[in-house]
């Protein structure tokens, strides 16, 4: 093929955002990669809409491909960890920000960046769990790894019906936990139920009346990707040698908390970052999805559109507006 489909984004010179379907060469990749892939999938994740839409000063250099998450086939490598033919994603790695991503038919990556598809799993219901999935399985690794067990008691996800959210009650589920969600769409009940969940806590409960340092022991861990007012609350209702896993921001990147919650009751709040993952625990964590996550939860999760649609599904995700996973079909 002597010319491959991609979106890519433009900033003008009044600094405004725009996008365009084109046609790119392959003498238009980077040449500093060394495995050519031939991708079938793609995502959206929250930090693609900060790409797609210039926000958060992630993308440094334009026109650019976005697209931090790609599963794919191998049609070339200089590396000789790959081979033509070969089934392979990349999640993190500031691919789709520094360097171009995964919304194109192809894109030229260090194999450093690149892992195994894991048996079991097939490039689109890689791309189901994608970022999103691979930080939930690191959260809960970082919990198990913290000593909490689902007997020690119900564990609470927050921004639930968001994609680490989705994946990250699912996976609790399916691993034993009696999990609670916090969601701001009383909508999604149902689908939270669905993916496992036993509770739901609107977002509005969760929030309202905090400001202790400390409240009843309710929860034995908890999977945070909201931050600020929501993070602070769980942390003051957890239990003694609780731990919460802090992956994200998209209800504000402050913590306005105490010490108290660390000092009196022993809590652990553990830091995640898929992104710069090393290669060992990121095999590790996509074995583990591949064994765990039951093949009707992904199914469950997962929207699936064309690289044109990608845009308006960035300004959703910014907006809290996307539930579960959005795959692209970067073919369609
Ligand atoms: N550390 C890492 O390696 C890593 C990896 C992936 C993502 N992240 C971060 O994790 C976060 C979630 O990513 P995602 O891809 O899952 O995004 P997402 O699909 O948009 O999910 C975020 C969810 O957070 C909730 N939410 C949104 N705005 C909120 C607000 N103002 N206050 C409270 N809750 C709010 C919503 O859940 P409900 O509708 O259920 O309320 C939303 O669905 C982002 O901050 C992202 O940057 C970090």
Request: with cysteine.
């Amino acid at each position: 093929m002597s010319s491959f489909r991609a979106l890519m984004v433009h900033r003008g010179e009044d600094k405004s955002i725009s996008h365009e379907m084109t046609d790119l060469r392959h003498d238009d990749l980077p040449a500093d990669g060394d495995v050519l892939v031939a991708i079938k999938y793609s995502t959206v994740n929250y930090k693609d809409g900060l790409c797609l839409s210039g926000k958060g000063g992630l993308v440094r250099n334009y026109p650019h491909v976005p697209g931090i998450d790609f599963a794919g086939e191998v049609v070339s490598s200089t590396d000789k960890r790959y081979k033509a033919g070969d089934l392979v994603v990349l999640t993190g790695w500031r691919v789709g920000e520094v360097w171009w991503g995964g919304y194109a038919q192809f894109a030229k990556v260090r194999a450093d960046w690149l892992v195994p598809l894991a048996d079991g799993l097939d490039c689109q219901q890689a791309m189901a769990i994608g970022t999103a999935g691979v930080t939930a399985m690191l959260s809960v690794l970082a919990l198990e790894d913290a000593g909490i067990t689902p007997d020690r008691g119900p564990v609470l996800v927050t921004g639930a019906a968001g994609g680490v959210g989705s994946l990250a009650t699912a996976l609790l589920a399916a691993r034993g936990y009696n999990v609670t969600a916090v969601t701001g769409r009383p909508e999604t009940a149902d689908y939270l139920r669905g993916l496992g969940a036993s509770d739901i806590l609107p977002r509005a409960e969760m929030l309202d009346g905090g400001g202790r340092p400390l409240e009843s022991e309710s929860w034995a861990g908890c999977v945070d990707s909201v931050g600020s007012a929501i993070l602070a609350r769980a942390l003051a209702q957890m239990q003694y040698g609780g731990a919460v896993a802090t992956v994200g921001l998209a209800g504000g990147a402050d913590l306005p908390t105490t010490v108290i919650p660390f000092i009196i009751r022993g809590v652990s709040l553990l830091g995640i970052d898929s992104a710069m993952a090393a290669y060992d625990r990121r095999v590790a964590a996509w074995q583990r999805l591949a064994s765990d996550l039951p093949t009707a939860q992904i199914a469950a999760t997962m929207s699936v559109i064309g690289l044109g649609e990608v845009p308006a599904a960035g300004a959703d995700i910014l907006a809290g507006k996307v539930k579960g996973r959005l795959v692209v079909d970067v073919n369609a």
